[in-house]
């Protein structure tokens, strides 16, 4: 059983295929986090609650144990997942144990029920297991069982506790646009280290992930790693909290900051999913792990089997920016069907009255001017072409020089004595009004309604300012951070229902919103504006971490052509696409890249769906003095098929190139690698050679890249 109660105690065991996770109940009725980490052999080995004292008058039993969900009230100071006002005024709450249900099957879930009887509060903890992956899903809800309102100023989705200690360390996801998803680390000392936006989005400057390694520190390979995510694309929140009593806690869900939220009686608020993992695999198997799950049990499976590979698209955006018009994108599509590209999209620049980023935002009809007779001629012309038709839409957003916003000006976020900020000249859309987020619902249903469209890229290019709904019902105002997201999670639910042939990219101004919420929608993000193939590999790395190859979106645009196969393959490595004005690309090149979508078709599926390892970081983990190189392998899932690419960042003093060692081979199994280098014949060796001895990379100068294939053959 993957949970189950030790005895006739109130305490659970949550195990998945490698690891445990345990909490119970004390003798004063608290929740208590009693352990995570691996699986042990005998019930007894688990660690019960406890109650001790500590000698320190500024201390007391409660806040020297871990508790699994902490409400603010009584002598604790760590950060709370809770944090109520009741209507008397009363600002603590006082949560003891109240019931539990456990229930089977293919994913199993535990919920534990807590109270605050006095005034009428249930609070809801649920853990979902996916033991194949060693995850567990965590968020809480709280009822309003009493008779009067209850402001909620702060609800964390739950808190990780680690075994107390210290020497700890904390790898988180960080950066800016343009240089999103930057591998960070950081050894924790006493005191609190707080990852999150406040921008409304997710957003570029840090990502909604963490790892914890220990004292002993972890690497691709090795090593105890905790990891965790939030399923949440608006304002969050993650702590990383080092206790002067040793304790280590991250807790964390939807930002506190700005927000409440009314219960009324009767009424139930949920938090979102934070995702929690454990491994003495190291950061490569916390990675694959999380992979997995994705590719099970997150991304969208509305479009018939969930698993459908992603397609080679062109994009307009980087070859003509906002100049579309049937005839300027004629003779690209043409060229871009001749390469084997499978999906066209039309980026911004097609509606409206928008010619550059300053108006038209909202007006999601065709530009007249541009497409005199709508869209349909253009996606008939792409579909003869054997291609399937995209398009980009940007709908939280209105330049205030827009139809939209001169007969609404009431629709957007707005405190009416504070001027509106403008970000790149545009308004955030007040989504949480219901007829706002019901005209932009049907504005878009009517595009896809209307149109023999595939395809949506979703942007978001601007944070929240002056986040006033002056309408809102009383006491209601600082819900927009959350109502906002559940307004687009809402929308998009509805348009995927309504239109189940249609995929959705996630983008905000890059990589802006790349979460494990947004995900449960969308079937890939854009991870980035900066389309750079050498600085990609650093933002492709750190999206590893976190996401699975099958979601990253990566281009080959006009700033690869002095370096068009290094482009390609750093663009293979995700999900394969092309934005560049290819009616200035000579024969020669086009023929590289026919060449190069040819193979990626061929590999994608390893690619998108196999099990990926970090060879050598870009960063230099791995590479010689004198050569800085990057590898990624990735193997598929039966293990008989893998691809590695290898790029060549910089050689110096003609330092020979280091060995690759491959992962994930079958030991006793004869692969035959093929492509190292230009005129490499096939070789045939053991998965245990290529891993115990590897390949020698036939690299020589800078951006020098290789995609090497290896097959498992009989002989
Ligand atoms: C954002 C996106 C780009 C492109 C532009 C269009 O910056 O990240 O890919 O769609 O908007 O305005």
């Not at 000392?189 to 406040?198: A, D, H, I, N, T």
């Not at 309408?471 to 951070?481: A, D, K, L």
């Not at 092309?578 to 690309?585: E, F, H, K, M, T």
């Not at 280098?677 to 290529?690: C, D, F, I, Q, T």
Request: proline content about 5%.
């Amino acid at each position: 059983m993957a949970i189950r109660r030790l005895g006739d105690e109130n305490t659970w065991v949550l195990e998945t295929e490698l690891t445990a996770y345990v909490l119970g109940v004390d003798k004063q009725g608290g929740l208590q986090h009693l352990y995570w980490g691996d699986r042990l052999p005998l019930d007894r080995d688990y660690p019960r609650p406890t109650l001790a004292l500590f000698d320190s008058p500024f201390e007391s039993p409660r806040s020297i144990v871990y508790e699994e969900y902490p409400a603010w009230g009584g002598i604790k100071f760590t950060e709370p997942c809770l944090k109520v006002c009741h209507a008397d005024g009363v600002r603590t709450s006082a949560l003891v144990y109240d019931f539990s249900e456990m229930s089977e099957g293919a994913i199993p879930e535990l919920v534990i029920g807590l109270k605050d009887s006095q005034y009428g509060l249930v609070i809801r903890l649920h853990y979902k297991l996916y033991e194949e992956f060693d995850i567990i899903e965590r968020y809480a809800e709280v009822a309003n069982d009493g008779a009067r309102a209850v402001i909620i100023e702060q609800i964390l989705s739950a808190a990780w506790a680690f075994p107390k200690g210290t020497g700890y360390r904390l790898t988180y996801l960080a950066g800016r646009w343009g240089a999103e998803t930057q591998v960070r680390r950081l050894s924790l000392e006493q005191g609190k280290f707080v990852l999150e936006s406040r921008r409304g989005l997710t957003s570029p400057q840090v990502n909604p992930w963490f790892a914890i390694d220990g004292r002993e520190r972890a690497t691709e390979e090795t090593g105890r790693v905790w990891y965790g995510a939030l399923s949440w694309s608006g304002s969050w929140k993650i702590v990383v909290e080092q206790t002067s009593l040793g304790q280590l806690i991250v807790s964390g869900g939807i930002n506190d900051f700005d927000f409440t939220w009314l219960l009324e009686p009767g009424e139930v608020f949920k938090t979102p999913v934070f995702v929690g993992g454990y491994t003495t695999g190291g950061f490569g198997a916390a990675s694959r792990n999380m992979h997995g799950y994705q590719l099970k049990h997150v991304l969208p499976k509305a479009q018939g089997d969930g698993s459908r590979l992603r397609k080679v698209l062109f994009n307009s955006w980087e070859a003509v920016g906002f100049n579309v018009s049937t005839d300027s994108l004629a003779t690209l599509a043409e060229k871009a069907a001749s390469l084997g590209v499978e999906l066209f999209v039309v980026d911004d620049g097609w509606f409206g009255s928008r010619n550059d980023d300053t108006a038209g935002l909202g007006d999601w009809r065709p530009s007249p001017r541009k497409f005199p007779n709508g869209l349909k001629p253009l996606i008939e012309r792409v579909r003869d072409l054997g291609m399937e038709f995209g398009i980009w839409v940007e709908p939280e957003m209105v330049n205030p020089d827009s139809d939209l916003y001169r007969g609404h000006p009431d629709w957007v976020y707005n405190f009416p004595t504070m001027p509106r900020s403008q970000g790149r000249n545009q308004l955030v859309l007040n989504l949480s009004r219901n007829d706002v987020k019901e005209y932009i619902f049907h504005c878009l249903d009517r595009l896809l309604s209307d149109n023999d469209i595939a395809f949506v890229k979703w942007d978001a290019n601007r944070h929240f300012s002056e986040p006033g709904w002056p309408e809102s019902p009383e006491g209601r105002e600082r819900e927009v951070w959350v109502r906002h997201v559940l307004a687009v999670y809402d929308i998009l639910d509805r348009l995927r229902q309504a239109h189940p042939q249609v995929a959705f990219e996630s983008c905000s101004g890059g990589g802006g919103r790349v979460d494990l919420g947004i995900l449960r929608r969308t079937d890939q993000v854009w991870p980035s504006d900066n389309t750079d193939p050498l600085d990609r590999l650093w933002i492709h790395e750190g999206f590893s971490y976190a996401y699975c190859p099958k979601v990253m979106s990566a281009w080959v645009t006009d700033s690869s052509r002095d370096c068009l196969a290094f482009g390609f393959h750093s663009a293979m490595a995700g999900s394969l696409g092309i934005s560049a004005n290819l009616n200035q690309w000579s024969p020669e090149e086009l023929e590289l890249a026919r060449q190069k979508i040819a193979e990626y078709k061929e590999i994608r599926h390893i690619v998108q769906e196999g099990r990926l390892y970090r060879l050598t970081s870009p960063s230099g983990t791995g590479s010689n003095a004198g050569v800085s190189l990057s590898a990624v392998q990735y193997v598929s899932p039966d293990q008989d098929e893998s691809v590695l690419f290898v790029f060549l960042l910089s050689r110096q003093f003609r330092t020979p190139i280091p060995r690759t060692m491959l992962r994930g081979l079958r030991p006793d199994c004869v692969y035959e690698v093929t492509g190292n280098g230009p005129h490499a014949e096939p070789v045939r060796l053991s998965g245990k050679a290529l891993s115990s001895l590897g390949i020698e990379p036939a690299l020589s100068a800078s951006r020098d890249s290789l995609l090497v294939r290896i097959r498992r053959t009989d002989r």
